[in-house]
């Protein structure tokens, strides 16, 4: 299978071509670019047998265009989640080696809640629990 690097100026012309063409082979591309370009395509087919305007088809593919980075940026947003899940996964791993090592049921406690302020994305979940420990609440 062949891989395309979509943010390539010089690979997203010659796709765009082949689109134009007729040609592009999207069934193996992501999802935001296969749509895109099947999208693409049908547009350019469309504007060359179909009689579709010029202005209209560039205004339409503008929107596809305009469709796809927002796909990409939702991806982006996703695996950007996705990454910061397993860097808390990961923390809490060797967090858990200290909560064996610990001195103390507050130490071993404050570990663990941190660990569990980490696996749900609760930032103020440790501080709030510190500050039990201390009588401030």
């Known amino acids: 299978m ?13 796709q ?8 592009v082979k999207y069934e193996q591309f992501p999802a ?5 370009f099947a999208e693409l395509q049908k ?7 179909g009689g579709l305007d010029k ?8 929107k596809l ?3 796809y980075r927002e796909s990409i940026a939702e991806r982006d947003r996703y695996l950007d989640v996705y990454r910061n899940y397993q860097e808390n996964i990961r923390t809490c791993c060797t967090r858990l080696s200290e909560i064996n090592k ?3 049921a507050e130490e071993m406690a404050l570990i663990a809640c941190e660990c569990l302020g980490l696996l749900t994305g ?3 979940f440790l501080k709030l629990q510190r500050k039990k420990l201390k009588g401030e609440f």
């Not at 202005?55 to 503008?62: F, G, I």
């Open 16 to 23: 765009e071509r082949a689109a134009y063409d007729g040609t």
């Open 102 to 104: 610990a001195q103390s």
């Open 122 to 124: 609760d930032v103020t």
């Open 2 to 14: 062949e891989t395309y690097n979509f943010k390539d100026p010089q690979v997203w012309k010659e």
């Open 43 to 49: 547009l350019y087919e469309e504007f060359r047998f």
């Open 55 to 62: 202005a209209l088809a560039q205004q339409r593919k503008a």
């Open 32 to 36: 935001a670019e296969y749509k895109y």
């Open 65 to 67: 265009l305009a469709e």
